[in-house]
């Protein structure tokens, strides 16, 4: 069974644009959830989807936003990109009873 | 407010040289306390799921432990191979989100 595959593995952008982050759960897993991790913070909650609907929202400005699509893929939207939003963002997916299964992570870096 | 301290930051073993790690929590009504293990430059990875004071797990040279207020980690004749970073996270009652802990890191030297 694949696992949770986030797209693209880097990204490098500028201050000021936007970026996308892409996320397909594992097969049959209809919630998904955002995480960032940074080294000073730790793992930090973003958002969580199920079926199409954010269920819960982190403590995160309003240039963090999230969708999820009828097959349970999942984007993440940061605007405005800040030097801080430099971190690797981790998407979960799980059958809507605990444990989360992680992906590999997207690593955003903001020049 | 939910938090999870982890300790220690950093932990130096022996190979064969068992320890144990800490996750002190304070959450309002604990749903489930998780321990995952990350690899550098990877996801984290599922490793227990604990419910209740009391509960037990194991796992090759791993046992998780769970009280009220702790939970401990418990590596057991450790290898190189069991280097890595291990989190620990609870889900506070009412929330589908985890609370992670900052993690400890391991190395255990050859």
């Known amino acids: 069974k694949a696992g949770v595959t986030q797209t693209p593995r880097y990204l490098i952008k500028t201050r000021g644009q936007q970026v996308t982050l892409s996320c397909s759960p594992i097969s049959g897993h209809r919630s998904v959830s955002w995480y960032q991790q940074t080294p000073g913070q730790g793992l930090q909650f973003l958002f969580e989807y199920f079926s199409e609907t954010q269920r819960n929202k982190g403590n995160f400005p309003g240039r963090f936003s999230g969708r999820q699509f009828s097959n349970s893929r999942s984007e993440m939207n940061v605007s405005t990109l800040e030097l801080g939003d430099s971190a690797l963002y981790l998407c979960?997916?799980?059958?809507?009873?605990?444990?989360?299964?992680f992906g590999n992570g997207t690593r955003l870096t903001v020049t | 407010e939910d938090q999870v301290t982890q300790s220690p930051e950093a932990l130096r073993l022996q190979e064969g040289e068992s320890s144990s790690l800490n996750c002190s929590y304070t959450v309002s009504g604990l749903r489930g306390l998780f321990w995952y293990r990350q690899d550098p430059g990877k996801g984290p990875e599922f490793l227990f799921t604990?419910?209740?004071a009391g509960e037990e797990k194991e796992k090759e040279r791993l046992k998780a432990t769970l009280t009220k207020k702790e939970s401990f980690l418990h590596i057991t004749a450790p290898k190189p191979e069991d280097s890595a970073t291990y989190l620990c996270a609870v889900q506070p009652g009412g929330s589908e989100k985890l609370v992670f802990g900052k993690g400890t890191k391991l190395t255990v030297n050859p």
């Open positions: 979960a997916s799980s059958l809507d009873q605990r444990p989360l299964h």
């Open positions: 604990l419910y209740s």
